[in-house]
């Protein structure tokens, strides 16, 4: 049986980056080469940016025309971008640069939904069963993504329902941030709440079913949520309850 991973969330970005100490490198090549747990591992965090890109091609094409609207207001979150690396993955830098910096669609009010879900659909029970952090780190992890969306985020927030929570990434879509909390349901199949400071009115859930995946949208006015994958109504309830 494997033993658990010696190496850190950060220890394996800075690797698939290219940015790891000489020894911390060949320490990583001589156990992923024994270890196949550590191998899925680097696998599901190394996604490569032409995969990518052709996945949000192709459900991106299967959505309807959406009429233009007016962008957001900008808000100002100095800072939130600094931290970035610590705060997830290296697929999640990767989403964090491509979702600022390139443009698939034109802007619409909806678009960063579409991007939420294509990213969504790339998780599957590998990628969830690789997701570990302490509960040292999902705190830390919350209260970067609680200051970049000035929103109040914790353990207490993101529990009390059948699913597990994971951990909490700092993405970011033209220029704002958006932030995924990621779990895990009872069979261990990925969910996802998305929060984006969309702005705009307040909205009440509203269930849909969109690129293969199941979805449940609303808004506080200050925030847009978007619940992602297979959750009850009184999963949602309960996160409208602690999140808004």
């Known amino acids: 049986m494997s033993q658990p991973s010696p190496f850190s969330q950060e220890q394996l970005s800075a690797y698939l980056d290219g940015e790891a100490d000489p020894e911390t490198k060949t320490q990583i090549d001589r156990v992923r080469a024994r270890d196949g747990v550590l191998a899925k591992r680097l696998d599901a965090l190394a996604l490569d940016k032409p995969a990518l890109r052709r996945a949000f091609d192709g459900l991106l094409s299967e959505a309807p025309p959406m009429p233009a609207a007016i962008r957001p207001p900008a808000r100002a979150h100095q800072g939130w971008m600094a931290p ?9 830098l990767f989403v964090a640069g491509f979702f600022a910096n ?4 034109p802007a ?6 579409d991007y939420a879900t294509a990213y969504h659909r790339l998780y599957d029970e590998a990628t969830v069963a690789a997701i570990s952090h302490g ?5 830390a992890q919350l209260v970067r993504a609680s200051a970049a969306i000035e929103t109040p985020l914790d353990l207490e927030a993101v529990r009390g329902t059948d699913l597990r929570f994971l951990r909490a990434q700092i993405l970011a879509f033209e220029e704002q941030p958006l932030i995924q909390l990621a779990f895990a349901d009872p ?15 307040p909205s009440a859930p509203e269930a849909s079913h969109k ?3 199941s979805q449940v949208a609303w808004s506080t ?7 992602l994958g297979e959750a009850s109504p009184e ?3 309960r996160f409208r309850a602690a999140l808004g």
Request: proline residues 4%.
């Open 187 to 201: 069979n261990g199949r990925p969910v996802a709440l998305c929060i984006f400071p969309a702005g705009g009115e």
């Open 235 to 237: 999963t949602v309830a």
């Open 84 to 92: 970035l690396r610590m705060a997830g993955s290296a697929a999640a």
């Open 108 to 113: 619409s009010v909806s678009d960063w939904q």
């Open 135 to 139: 509960e040292a780190e999902q705190i």
């Open 221 to 227: 006015g200050q925030n847009a949520f978007l619940l």
């Open 211 to 213: 690129f293969g995946v």
């Open 102 to 105: 390139e443009a698939l669609r």
